[in-house]
């Protein structure tokens, strides 16, 4: 994690520090921004407090300033990815009250990848992360719990955990794919985790 980067930077900061928060109160919002997009390009391996200034646009000892580490700027960046995600992820159920209207939103959600895949990449990013830095967990569990609640409230509970798994495998194999999976094979693989739909009066 570059302990020569937070060198770098510590001089700067100690004279700049404290008048660009002043004059610049959403720098720090800048900054982890800047660093989920550095992720996006070069993941966790390849992010550095230079990369994530030069995208902020900021003095580097404005990164270091902030984040004295990379452990600490990835860290939060992450959970800034994960609270905005799950908004996201909740807004797109809004008003589904049936089962149709729930397919229709979940296959969507699936070949709609690249269109997202931003977001599909730094999801996957904070898994492989996760793998190596436990720390980490807590913020993978926070959005599976908050994903699996949303799906929750129309299915329960275990049909949403088992959805859940699925759509994170499809979603995956979206994003690696070189051919578009068929719509109407996403659409089956969703309603058969489903299970049957219920019959007239149910």
């Known amino acids: 994690m570059g302990p020569e980067e937070v060198n770098e930077g510590r001089e700067a900061a100690a004279?700049?520090?404290r008048r660009t928060r002043r004059h610049d109160p959403r720098r720090r919002d800048r900054v982890l921004d800047a660093a989920l997009d550095v992720l996006v390009e070069d993941g966790v391996a390849g992010i550095t407090h230079r990369k994530v200034?030069?995208?902020?646009d900021v003095p580097l000892g404005s990164v270091t300033y902030h984040f004295a580490s990379l452990t600490e700027l990835c860290a939060q960046a992450f959970a800034r990815y994960v609270e905005q995600r799950s908004a996201e992820y909740e807004a797109l159920f809004t008003g589904v009250t049936s089962r149709e209207e729930l397919?229709?939103?979940l296959v969507e959600l699936v070949t709609g990848v690249p269109s997202r895949s931003r977001s599909a990449v730094l999801g996957f990013e904070l898994h492989l992360a996760a793998l190596r830095d436990p720390a980490l967990r807590t913020l993978t569990q926070?959005?599976?719990r908050a994903s699996r609640a949303?799906?929750?409230r129309i299915t329960g509970p275990g049909t949403a955990a088992r959805l859940d798994a699925l759509l994170e495998g499809m979603i995956l194999h979206t994003l690696l794919s070189t051919e578009a999976e068929p719509r109407a094979r996403t659409r089956a693989a969703i309603a058969q985790t489903l299970g049957p739909a219920p019959g007239p009066g149910a």
Request: aromatic share 6%.
């Open 103 to 105: 397919v229709d939103v």
């Open 53 to 56: 200034a030069a995208r902020a």
């Open 150 to 152: 949303v799906l929750a």
């Open 142 to 144: 926070e959005w599976t």
């Open 15 to 17: 004279g700049e520090g």
